[in-house]
């Protein structure tokens, strides 16, 4: 099995704690084939930032075992990280974990010169203070999260759930996170490079509006969307339709819908032996060169490998990652 720890320190934020516990900690027959080995792991005597206490039956040492491990935030990022939080980190990505850190747990990793040299993310609000604590990470505040292979973060709150998803997406593919995502209502996918935060007086009239159209443009993917035909579809202006869907989704309505039909082409190489050819029409993508350009910029390996990757290779303990 896989085993994925989740690190519980002192004063834990509850909900960064709650996310991969509600991800990864339940069985989910039906869903896939294998799930998580998962794992809470604690000093004795810890409590969470609402008191709670941590039952914990594995030691923060445990971490090293892992295959991943998840980093919830940190009580305070102004304070020193853990000694032995940092160093069970540490151990753990030279043991060859995949390191997953939410919100402010980026700070761990700093600490633990897992950052140096690589793009990192976290809450707006602390981007600064970790690239002053890290100055060899390259932060990025205007993004939900970032995969940088073997050392994943996100965004604050919100954005370490879709991390959280993203992961599932790579270990299981599309359909399996989609599915698991209608369970917990949420989105199915927000890429990693969806804008962070938004500073726009959006109403929830506006948001509310857009719902319906993305749900019509996800059903008709095959056919040649175009900014205008969206709005002819909303009844607005085509700048009306920008300006909303800027302040929505932090994108352009084109790059909203380039990223779904990239999604929806991983589906189909996933589940179907469709060829290549038929996938780019099915995705909306046009021929095999424009998909193969697209999802190998965004996906970073071709459509044929990523195929044969995920259909070849198990994912169970310390086998290689599938294409994130």
């Known amino acids: 099995m896989h085993q994925l720890a989740v690190a519980v320190t002192e004063g834990v934020p509850i909900f960064e704690l709650a996310i991969p516990c509600e991800v990864f900690g339940y069985a989910r027959p039906g869903l896939a084939d294998w799930w998580y080995d998962f794992r809470l792991c604690a000093a004795p005597g810890t409590r969470t930032a609402a008191g709670f206490a941590a039952q914990a039956e594995h030691g923060l040492d445990a971490l090293a075992d892992a295959d991943t491990v998840v980093i919830p935030a940190c009580a305070n990022v102004l304070d020193e ?35 140096d040299g690589r793009p990192a993310t976290t809450h707006w609000m602390h981007a600064d203070q970790l690239a002053a604590r890290c100055p060899e990470a390259r932060v990025d505040a205007s993004v939900l999260y970032i995969d940088d292979g073997d050392i994943l973060t996100s965004a604050g709150t919100a954005a370490g759930l879709d991390l959280c ?127 193969r350009h697209h999802f190998t910029r965004a996906v970073g390996v071709p459509p044929t490998t990523y195929r044969h990757t995920f259909t070849s290779t198990p994912r169970t303990g310390r086998q290689p990652q599938r294409p994130a």
């Open 165 to 291: 998803l993203h992961v599932v997406r790579a270990d299981h593919g599309a359909a399996v996170a989609r599915a698991l995502a209608k369970r917990l209502v949420m989105p199915a996918h927000r890429p990693g490079g969806q804008a962070q935060y938004v500073d726009a007086d959006i109403t929830v009239h506006d948001a509310d509006e857009l719902a319906p159209l993305l749900d019509w443009a996800r059903e008709h993917l095959a056919e040649p969307l175009t900014v205008a035909a969206l709005a002819r579809r909303a009844n607005i202006t085509t700048r009306t339709l920008i300006r909303r869907f800027h302040a929505a989704t932090g994108t352009t309505p084109m790059a909203w819908l380039r990223g779904i039909r990239i999604d929806h082409a991983r589906e189909l190489l996933e589940t179907t032996s469709l060829p290549v050819d038929q996938i780019a029409r099915r995705s909306g993508l046009g021929g095999p060169a424009n998909l």
């Open 81 to 115: 990280q853990p000694p032995d939080l940092v160093e069970a980190v540490r151990a753990a990505h030279g043991n060859g974990a995949r390191i997953v850190s939410l919100c402010t747990g980026a700070f761990v990793l700093a600490a633990a010169g897992l950052l």
